[in-house]
């Protein structure tokens, strides 16, 4: 963590606006982009009760970003305040109704959106498919196993992550906005492609 995160961490993102006014005598100013980064930070580090305070001021600066009002949702949603996480994550559907980041986190959450992308529950069996090690063509490694029903992706320092099912051999992941979709031959897994927002790539089972 960076000083500014450390002092945010201990004594809050009020706290360190204050310090600043007092000592420079003028106020500090975020961006969006900036606070949500931070957040990010600071939740991946343990610390989800100070990336709320963080997420919600990105929030106030820019209402109409989805991805402020995603990230304080899941924040709070972490932090076990669920009615709270709902609400924030609700936001988000009334900016992009289609957005499938906030329609699996609400699902997740007990709540059904309306929306057209199918709930799908595999048992373990069914997912087992998809485990094992692939060689990912932006040079990664990823690993797939199936833990407590869902099955999970990590990899090359990446956190574990859960991959939903929303369609045939087709899987959301949530923390790249991205559907990962398998490749079959003889009713055996043998690859996936990533579609993200910003291109393509595939990867090969070992």
């Given at each position: 963590?960076?000083?500014?995160?450390?002092?945010?961490?201990?004594?809050?993102?009020?706290?360190?606006?204050?310090?600043?006014?007092?000592?420079?005598?003028?106020?500090?100013?975020?961006?969006?982009?900036?606070?949500?980064?931070?957040?990010?930070?600071?939740?991946?580090?343990?610390?989800?009760?100070?990336?709320?305070?963080?997420?919600?001021?990105?929030?106030?600066?820019?209402?109409?970003?989805?991805?402020?009002?995603?990230?304080?949702?899941?924040?709070?949603?972490?932090?076990?305040?669920?009615?709270?996480?709902?609400?924030?994550?609700?936001?988000?559907?009334?900016?992009?109704?289609?957005?499938?980041?906030?329609?699996?986190?609400?699902?997740?959450?007990?709540?059904?959106?309306?929306?057209?992308?199918?709930?799908?529950?595999?048992t373990e069996e069914e997912l087992?498919?998809?485990?094992?090690?692939?060689?990912?063509?932006?040079?990664?490694?990823a690993n797939m196993v199936v833990?407590?029903?869902?099955?999970?992706?990590?990899?090359?320092?990446?956190?574990?992550?859960?991959?939903?099912?929303?369609?045939?051999?087709?899987?959301?992941?949530?923390?790249?906005?991205?559907?990962?979709?398998?490749?079959?031959?003889?009713?055996?897994?043998?690859?996936?492609?990533?579609?993200?927002?910003?291109?393509?790539f595939g990867a090969i089972k070992?």
């Amino acid at each position: 963590l960076s000083k500014q995160e450390e002092f945010i961490v201990a004594e809050g993102i009020v706290a360190y606006e204050e310090k600043v006014a007092k000592i420079y005598g003028f106020e500090q100013e975020w961006d969006e982009q900036t606070l949500s980064r931070m957040g990010q930070m600071l939740s991946s580090k343990g610390h989800p009760d100070k990336a709320v305070d963080v997420f919600q001021k990105a929030t106030m600066i820019a209402p109409q970003s989805k991805r402020a009002w995603f990230l304080h949702g899941e924040s709070l949603a972490k932090t076990g305040l669920k009615e709270e996480a709902i609400k924030s994550l609700e936001k988000v559907l009334e900016i992009d109704p289609k957005n499938m980041q906030a329609i699996i986190a609400l699902r997740e959450l007990g709540v059904a959106p309306e929306s057209d992308v199918a709930d799908i529950q595999l048992t373990e069996e069914e997912l087992k498919k998809y485990e094992g090690t692939y060689d990912v063509e932006i040079g990664l490694t990823a690993n797939m196993v199936v833990k407590d029903g869902k099955l999970r992706v990590s990899g090359n320092g990446i956190p574990e992550e859960v991959l939903f099912p929303i369609g045939e051999h087709t899987f959301f992941l949530s923390a790249l906005d991205s559907k990962l979709i398998f490749s079959l031959e003889n009713d055996r897994v043998v690859g996936f492609k990533v579609e993200t927002e910003n291109g393509t790539f595939g990867a090969i089972k070992k």
